[in-house]
């Protein structure tokens, strides 16, 4: 029977499918082939780049001249008047794009081209800037975005390409440029490595092992340390596939936890060829001690069972250089989901970072559910076309016409509480950041949708409770990121109800986790100018408060009532830099100081602008010597989203400058004066350059909170952009943030040594062949940047090195990629024709090719 009916249901399948492709038949505008290449930038000897679009219609019928638009996003303010091509180009707000048929534009027949250029602000160097997700809107279909499939970004190969301005002396990065890069890291045997990572404050090996099968219960001597050896127990259970007892007040044993007085986070380890002793005065102590014997482990031992294991015999003194080593991650311009922040913290953990900065809320989506109010997250948490904002949020950052893409997605408030509850076993606070007042999109349009339904319902004082806008507004203003509409209204009473419930929501969620609260980051970076300034609210404000005489000083109204709220509910306020800087006059012209009303122990500041040439490089240490608490989080250093070199391929941001595993791990805290060299565009900085900067005091050193990495995630689209990005530069934040400054950094010219070398050698080495094999299985994985071979040829030989030893290095001769079954480079190579090589991971994965022509 089934051979009868097979066929007939085939016949109906395909019957079916002939019928449904009927009815779906595409638009001519679905077999348009789309490509992007930059053209120069530069561009006439101006400031501005020139790209082009180059349209062909690959399908049986004519483009028609009209009925239809492109809408896609960039980075980059176009020029409207530079269009070319019959097109027109205008911006809908935002990094959104709509192009369209200009009156000269004569339709496309089946086989024609038409190149449409462009002129836009500043430049573009990679991929990562190329006009992204592209969608075709239908006039007669106007509530429906048709994503583009057929889009090819054309590589930059010529240097007017990537070439930012004429003093730009970066050009294409060469594998010539990676070997010298290269050329002086030594590589050492594994055996003579510091086999704990960040490197403790002392550290001595002995003679032989600790067996791990010898562990059948660990001991707490002290009841507080009973959390800390039960996670050790399933830690080295699941290595050693068996259960591990737990033995409280206990004092014997081949593991013990004892508390003895030492400083907040310190503690002592002490490994012999029978037992484990472990000394702390608090469990954070405790738990770092339980990192550092897992940083021991075997590489395998993160895959799970490893029989037969040992660690090393050693003893270990160690405790944090700062109280606060945090990384901050961005899921509000694209969503990463909870598993991948719980990946994020289980990172955080082995490398003894103690602090989430959970970027939660930003102008393109808002990622926390809000219990008292849900339009957050069932409007701001989602982005799509068509741009109704009253249902969703506009396209960004490629997100597309579909609600599908990282641009959308939100935490529940069970999720959160799981996220919490995760994060507090490993000793990792976690601090939520409300953007405010600018970079508050997502909240500002889904309060905005919540007022204007509630007025339609004729509920005004519903409507007016958590109002954000001022609806007769007529200010005129522009972000960084070209919003136009970005800005909370201070001068409404709403946005402070806003804030306050938001708030008891936070500490409410907090609770219910059983995890303490005592912090909140509210934001206060890069606020327009021109914001409020045509807002009858706000000006009404400014004219009735005596305190209040020109638009701006809305800043420090805001800034005290936001304190004041913070302080109602036992909290300590957070932000970004601006939050604690005061506008004033010098010599006739704007000028900021730090503000003393906010100084003090009122705001701790995340200090992120020391960019070289912009005038604030002496920022963090001026807001220290005021006695602000400061989070050093430069752009120079710890931007984890700038691009790790400059190529066409290599992805990411780079206003801030390129930012390898270098960056992190060879900033000096109390002085980064001194490994700063070189500006954005690689020019020589003169020795006088910060002659009349303000130095870090004895008084402001006291002020220096810790420091913070950053991965902003404006390009990070997927989780496996999102790891790329971030390791292992967070190795060299690590590194930095928990180790006392190397003996290199007090030298005249501290990166120039012989002292520099070496120990950027250690440090390599130990990367490459300690943690790189452990991080291929940790939570499974993670899909770290391994980085390309450096290549040159040298007398007819070609010599290859990489920047981090223990990678595999294989290549080919026969114009193939190389793959696990190319040779493996042992040695300069001889052999003749286009040499390819590639980097490979202990568990095969592998990164970009390098090629040299050996002729």
Do not use: C
């Given at each position: 029977m089934l051979r009868i009916v097979y066929p007939v249901v085939v016949l109906c399948i395909m019957t079916i499918s002939a019928i449904a492709q009927k009815k779906t038949k595409l638009h001519p505008v679905?077999?348009?082939?789309?490509?992007?290449?930059?053209?120069?930038?530069?561009?006439?000897?101006?400031?501005?780049?020139?790209?082009?679009?180059?349209?062909?219609?690959?399908?049986?019928?004519?483009?028609?001249?009209?009925?239809?638009?492109?809408?896609?996003?960039?980075?980059?303010?176009?020029?409207?008047?530079?269009?070319?091509?019959?097109?027109?180009?205008?911006?809908?707000?935002?990094?959104?794009?709509?192009?369209?048929?200009?009156?000269?534009?004569?339709?496309?027949?089946?086989?024609?081209?038409?190149?449409?250029?462009?002129?836009?602000?500043?430049?573009?160097?990679?991929?990562?800037?190329?006009?992204?997700?592209?969608?075709?809107?239908?006039?007669?279909?106007?509530?429906?975005?048709?994503?583009?499939e057929n889009y090819r970004i054309i590589p930059a190969t010529q240097l007017k390409q990537i070439k930012r301005a004429p003093d730009d002396k970066y050009g294409f990065t060469t594998p010539a440029d990676l070997y010298l890069q290269n050329s002086k890291i030594e590589e050492l045997p594994v055996e003579g490595l510091t086999k704990i990572?960040?490197?403790?404050?002392?550290?001595?090996?002995?003679?032989?092992?600790?067996?791990?099968?010898?562990?059948?219960?660990?001991?707490?001597?002290?009841?507080?340390?009973?959390?800390?050896?039960?996670?050790?127990?399933?830690?080295?259970?699941?290595?050693?596939?068996?259960?591990?007892?737990?033995?409280?007040?206990?004092?014997?044993?081949?593991?013990?936890?004892?508390?003895?007085?030492?400083?907040?986070?310190?503690?002592?380890?002490?490994?012999?060829?029978?037992?484990?002793?472990?000394?702390?005065?608090?469990?954070?102590?405790?738990?770092?001690?339980?990192?550092?014997?897992?940083?021991l482990l075997p590489a395998k031992a993160f895959a799970g069972k490893a029989a037969g294991a040992s660690i090393p015999v050693l003893q270990v003194k160690d405790a944090p250089r700062f109280g606060f080593r945090a990384f901050m991650l961005d899921v509000g311009r694209n969503f990463h989901s909870k598993q991948q922040v719980l990946r994020v913290l289980d990172l955080m953990a082995l490398y003894k970072l103690n602090v989430f900065h959970f970027h939660f809320s930003e102008d393109e989506g808002w990622r926390i559910e809000m219990p008292s109010l849900p339009e957050l997250t069932q409007i701001g948490?989602?982005?799509?076309?068509?741009?109704?904002?009253?249902?969703?949020?506009?396209?960004?950052?490629?997100?597309?016409?579909?609600?599908?893409?990282?641009?959308?997605?939100?935490?529940?408030?069970?999720?959160?509480?799981?996220?919490?509850?995760?994060?507090?076993?490993?000793?990792?606070?976690?601090?939520?950041?409300?953007?405010?007042?600018?970079?508050?999109?997502?909240?500002?349009?889904?309060?905005?949708?919540?007022?204007?339904?509630?007025?339609?319902?004729?509920?005004?004082?519903?409507?007016?409770?958590?109002?954000?806008?001022?609806?007769?507004?007529?200010?005129?203003?522009?972000?960084?990121?070209?919003?136009?509409?970005n800005a909370m209204n201070v001068a409404q009473a709403g946005v402070y109800r806003f804030l306050a419930r938001v708030f008891d929501d936070f500490i409410a969620m907090y609770k219910e986790a059983g995890v303490p609260l005592d912090m909140i980051h509210v934001g206060g970076d890069e606020l327009p100018a021109g914001v409020w300034e045509k807002s009858p609210v706000a000006q009404e404000l400014i004219a009735k408060d005596p305190n209040l005489h020109t638009t701006f000083d809305l800043w420090y109204y805001y800034y005290e009532k936001?304190?004041?709220?913070?302080?109602?509910?036992?909290?300590?306020?957070?932000?970004?830099?601006?939050a604690g800087m005061r506008k004033t006059q010098l010599d006739g012209k704007s000028h900021y100081i730090p503000n003393p009303d906010f100084a003090r122990g009122v705001f701790q500041l995340d200090v992120w602008n020391n960019m070289l040439g912009w005038g604030a490089e002496d920022l963090a240490y001026r807001l220290a010597n005021a006695g602000y608490e400061i989070v050093l989080s430069p752009v120079s250093n710890v931007y984890f989203d700038m691009c790790y070199y400059k190529n066409f391929?290599?992805?990411?941001?780079?206003?801030?400058?390129?930012?390898?595993?270098?960056?992190?791990?060879?900033?000096?805290?109390?002085?980064?004066?001194?490994?700063?060299?070189?500006?954005?565009?690689?020019?020589?900085?003169?020795?006088?350059?910060?002659?009349?900067?303000?130095?870090?005091?004895?008084?402001?050193?006291?002020?220096?909170?810790?420091?913070?990495?950053?991965?902003?995630?404006?390009?990070?689209?997927?989780?496996?952009?999102?790891?790329?990005?971030?390791?292992?530069?967070?190795?060299?934040?690590?590194?930095?943030?928990?180790?006392?400054?190397?003996?290199?950094?007090?030298?005249?010219?501290?990166?120039?040594?012989?002292?520099?070398?070496?120990?950027?050698?250690?440090?390599?080495?130990r990367v490459g062949k300690r943690e790189l094999p452990k991080l291929d299985y940790l939570s499974g994985g993670f899909a770290y940047r391994i980085p390309t071979p450096g290549l040159v040829v040298e007398n007819g030989i070609v010599k290859a090195n990489i920047q981090l030893p223990g990678l595999t290095l294989r290549y080919t001769t026969d114009g193939k990629d190389p793959d696990l079954n190319s040779k493996l480079y042992t040695g300069p190579v001889s052999e003749k024709g286009m040499i390819k090589m590639k980097a490979f991971s202990s568990n095969g994965r592998s990164g970009r090719v390098a090629e040299v022509k050996n002729e």
């Open positions: 679905q077999h348009i082939k789309v490509e992007w290449e930059i053209v120069e930038n530069h561009y006439q000897g101006k400031s501005g780049f020139q790209s082009a679009f180059t349209f062909t219609n690959n399908g049986k019928s004519d483009l028609p001249a009209k009925g239809w638009s492109l809408y896609f996003n960039i980075a980059r303010a176009i020029r409207p008047e530079t269009v070319e091509g019959g097109m027109a180009i205008a911006n809908i707000n935002g990094d959104l794009f709509k192009l369209t048929p200009a009156a000269g534009f004569k339709g496309l027949k089946p086989g024609q081209s038409v190149r449409v250029p462009f002129v836009a602000s500043d430049w573009v160097i990679n991929y990562t800037d190329a006009p992204l997700g592209l969608f075709w809107v239908l006039d007669d279909q106007p509530e429906k975005g048709l994503k583009v990572f960040p490197t403790p404050a002392y550290y001595k090996e002995g003679q032989g092992v600790f067996l791990l099968d010898q562990i059948n219960v660990i001991a707490a001597a002290d009841p507080m340390f009973t959390k800390e050896a039960g996670y050790l127990a399933i830690e080295i259970g699941a290595v050693l596939g068996k259960d591990i007892l737990i033995s409280i007040n206990g004092s014997t044993g081949p593991v013990v936890i004892t508390k003895e007085d030492m400083p907040a986070e310190a503690y002592e380890l002490s490994i012999e060829p029978d037992r484990i002793r472990i000394k702390a005065s608090d469990r954070a102590g405790a738990f770092y001690a339980i990192q550092s014997i897992r940083s948490a989602r982005r799509g076309f068509p741009v109704d904002e009253s249902k969703q949020l506009m396209p960004s950052f490629g997100s597309g016409p579909d609600n599908k893409s990282s641009g959308t997605g939100h935490y529940t408030k069970e999720e959160f509480i799981e996220i919490l509850k995760y994060a507090q076993k490993r000793h990792i606070r976690v601090i939520p950041e409300i953007e405010s007042p600018g970079h508050a999109r997502a909240a500002v349009v889904s309060m905005k949708a919540r007022y204007e339904r509630l007025m339609k319902e004729g509920k005004k004082e519903a409507a007016e409770e958590f109002m954000l806008h001022d609806p007769n507004d007529q200010s005129e203003y522009k972000s960084v990121q070209g919003w136009r509409d936001v304190n004041n709220l913070l302080k109602e509910r036992g909290l300590a306020a957070y932000g970004w830099e601006e391929d290599e992805p990411g941001y780079y206003w801030g400058g390129f930012i390898d595993l270098d960056k992190p791990w060879q900033f000096i805290p109390y002085d980064y004066y001194r490994n700063a060299r070189k500006d954005k565009f690689n020019t020589d900085l003169p020795a006088s350059f910060f002659e009349h900067k303000e130095r870090l005091t004895d008084y402001g050193k006291q002020h220096i909170t810790g420091m913070q990495g950053l991965l902003w995630s404006e390009t990070l689209v997927t989780p496996q952009m999102m790891e790329y990005m971030l390791l292992p530069k967070l190795l060299g934040l690590s590194e930095r943030a928990w180790s006392v400054d190397p003996d290199w950094t007090s030298e005249p010219e501290p990166m120039a040594g012989a002292a520099y070398w070496k120990d950027w050698s250690r440090f390599v080495n």
